[in-house]
């Protein structure tokens, strides 16, 4: 009986502080231009294609918060570099991206700039093939995002974002120029 009691003190207790610890809940969706650089390369290129994400925004403050995400990238060679030329370099993702980031936010109104870091895994098919390396891999990755970007609106509820992820088993950075809506949970 007194192991149950403990039990119970102990969940009440951390619900508590739970509701104390975040302030809000709400999600966060994106979509937006995707992009692979490689790490190293003796052109300048970038493979295009397709991002999309959706974070958990656990509010701490109104300068940080906690964002668990999930999404996915898309993108395919297209055999030319920036400039429009030919090239044989290619850089190209086709991946399931998990992880959690965290938000430091200045809290101005109407426009709040922010940025994130975090740690996450990327799930799927990678290529990069350059002059310094060729990778072509299936699988499981880590990656770090990072993000620069600003927060909109009355309630901050429109995001604009350069989000980046360093993926260094493969030698390559995957990321978006993306937009996005955040909506409250009640």
């Known amino acids: 009986m007194k192991k ?4 119970l003190l ?11 610890f975040i302030k809000e809940k709400s999600i966060n969706a994106q979509i937006g231009y995707g992009l692979t650089f490689p790490s190293d390369s003796t052109d300048d290129f970038a493979d295009d294609g397709f991002f999309a994400q ?4 656990l509010k701490i403050t ?3 918060d906690f ?7 898309i993108t395919n060679s ?23 980031k965290s938000r430091i936010r200045i809290p101005i109104p109407y426009v709040a700039p922010y940025a994130e870091v975090g740690i996450g895994t990327s799930i799927g098919k990678f290529r990069t093939l350059t002059r310094f390396y060729n990778f072509d ?16 609106g009355r309630k901050h509820n429109v995001d604009i ?5 360093y993926q260094p088993s493969v030698k390559q950075y995957v990321g978006a120029f993306a937009a996005g809506l955040t909506f409250p949970l009640n």
């Open 4 to 7: 149950n009691l403990i039990v």
């Open 10 to 20: 102990i969940l009440l207790t951390s619900t508590i502080a739970n509701a104390q």
């Open 54 to 57: 959706s974070e958990l925004v």
């Open 62 to 64: 109104n300068w940080v």
């Open 67 to 73: 964002r668990p995400y999930a999404g996915f990238i």
């Open 78 to 100: 297209n055999g030319k570099d920036l400039d429009g030329n030919p090239t044989n370099q290619i850089a190209e993702s086709q991946a399931f991206l998990l992880g959690v």
């Open 137 to 152: 891999k299936i699988g499981i990755i880590y990656h770090i995002p990072f993000s620069l970007g600003l927060e909109l």
């Open 161 to 165: 974002s350069f989000t980046y992820f």
